[in-house]
């Protein structure tokens, strides 16, 4: 049940931002988006440190390992080579942009915009599985508590995220319903890619520091490839920077408060 819980909170965050689309008439303002995209980089710059890279350091230390930095060096390595790898190969388009990124494809515009949020909800489902399955497997510095602390944080920046989905696909006519479904559904990968997760700890729990580190790696691959570029485009950039702040700070606070 704890696992369950855990898994669909972000994916609840998701859902709530992209029933957004009932409710307001017109696009979110460019300045509010800054300030929504800028928080999302924050909360998962600050997990990936607190919830994921200091935990994978602390428990190569509490199980010897002669390189204590060595399982969060290569994990790390290896989760920015695998967002690397999805988004040289699956075809998406970012927000305010006309340029595919990813294979060449005849897909629809809003189908390729659904595509690149599923691709960095992919990290975000990894790194509440990985931290789940350590809690499960009875790792000292995992609890459910720090577990939660990570869900609730992923699902605050995944609502203004499913806003920010849905919003665009109602305004490129979509109705207001398949636009809520299609925002929704960009994060059901998220639950997804945690039970792979866990199942695959609980199989070798021995790579748990490296899958840690790994999920961070590709949370940070996500914010400096994407988040941080669309966040500083064009004016009002410091309204991001603002919004870096307050996400990194809360996702701090969480994380040290129910941790």
């Known amino acids: 049940m704890e696992i369950a819980i855990g898994l669909l909170v972000p994916f609840v965050g998701t859902v709530l931002g992209s029933a957004m689309v009932f409710l307001l008439k017109n696009d979110i303002s460019p300045r509010l988006q800054k300030l929504l995209l800028g928080f999302a980089s924050g909360v998962m710059v600050a997990a990936s440190v607190w919830s994921l890279l200091i935990p994978s350091i602390e428990m190569a230390e509490e199980h010897c ?19 690397l790898f999805l988004d040289s190969v699956i075809p998406h388009l970012h927000i305010n942009s006309d ?4 294979v ?8 390729m915009l659904v595509f690149a949020v599923t691709l960095h ?5 990894m790194a509440v599985g990985v931290v789940l399955a350590g809690m499960t497997e009875g790792i000292s510095n995992l609890s459910f508590a720090s577990a939660m602390a990570l869900s609730v944080g992923i699902a605050i920046q995944n609502f203004p995220e499913g806003a920010i989905i849905s919003m665009p696909l109602r305004s490129a006519g979509q109705s207001r319903k398949k636009a809520f479904v299609n925002g929704a559904l960009s994060g059901i990968v998220e639950p997804i890619a945690g039970i792979i997760t866990v199942f695959l700890i609980s199989v070798t729990l021995p790579v748990l520091p490296y899958l840690l580190a790994f999920a961070a790696g590709a949370m940070i691959y996500v914010v400096v490839e994407e988040l941080i570029p669309e966040a500083q485009s064009g004016r009002h950039s410091n309204i991001a920077t603002i919004g870096v702040a307050l996400g990194f700070v809360l996702m701090m606070i969480l994380d040290v408060a129910l941790g």
């Open 121 to 125: 909800n992919i990290p975000e489902g």
């Open 104 to 111: 060449k494809t005849k897909l629809k515009k809003t189908t």
């Open 99 to 102: 340029e595919p990124e990813g």
């Open 65 to 83: 390992h002669s390189a204590v930095w060595m399982p969060a060096a290569v994990g790390f390595l290896a989760g920015m080579g695998f967002l």
